[in-house]
């Protein structure tokens, strides 16, 4: 899945999946998101959802990649059902460094509301909105990186995975990004930031392959 041409102000674009008991599924995009300058308005994108108990569910998108000017609001929402398995990602980069590309202006909103048997599990924010190279410059938020990821894994085991993912993250060169990761009431959620979307993908990687037992990455990752 994905847009092809990109979004700007005034699209909107939703997304719904379901898994039934017992089964497994990945969903991720053909190529990188792009949010495009917005003339007026914003570009909304919705994503819903559901697994049933015994599921396993992996939401690998590729990056989303924000221009100077866009302006994107995003929720994504997923109802589990009894022991189904969650793995979440999502990459965000402001502006193409190769490009020279710098978001000065903009809107990104991102929501995230997960439920375990209509029980909300974990709930997540982040906005930045008008100057965003000045926001993101702060120590407290990006420190000038321009690509940030979180990773949620949502399993019965998820406390258990912690050493092997912080192994992970012990072994990343301060050169490529830094990363870290906690975990609590059977939830795992890492947070990385990088200077490039490609030095975050040598973060995000090799994390996500451990969190899915060695399975490797989507084959749309590497082309």
């Known amino acids: 899945m994905n847009t092809a041409g990109g979004l700007t102000g005034g699209d909107k674009l939703s997304f719904e999946g379901e898994l039934q008991a017992g089964c497994e599924a990945v969903f991720t995009t053909q190529a ?100 965003v190279a000045d926001t993101l410059s702060n120590a407290a938020t990006l420190r000038n990186a321009r690509a940030m990821a979180t990773i949620l894994f949502a399993a019965t085991d998820a406390e258990t995975r912690l050493d092997q993912v912080r192994d992970i993250i012990d072994g990343i060169s301060p050169a490529v990004g830094i990363a870290g990761a906690s975990a609590w009431q059977e939830k795992l959620v890492i947070r990385a930031v990088s200077d490039t979307g490609a030095n975050l993908r040598r973060i995000v990687q090799p994390l996500i392959t451990e969190l899915r037992g060695g399975k490797p990455m989507p084959r749309v990752w590497s082309t």
Request: zero cysteines.
């Open 32 to 131: 990188s998101e792009r949010a495009y300058r917005s003339i007026s308005g914003e570009a909304l994108v919705t994503s819903r959802l559901t697994a049933g108990a015994g599921s396993s569910l992996a939401w690998l998108p590729q990056e989303t990649i924000l221009f100077d000017g866009a302006r994107l609001r995003r929720s994504f929402n997923v109802d589990l059902e009894g022991d189904a398995t969650l793995l979440a990602h999502e990459s965000t980069v402001f502006g193409r460094a190769a490009m020279g590309e710098v978001v000065n202006n903009g809107l990104f909103s991102d929501v995230w509301r997960i439920r375990r048997d209509e029980k909300l599990i974990h709930a997540d924010a982040v906005r930045v909105e008008g100057p």
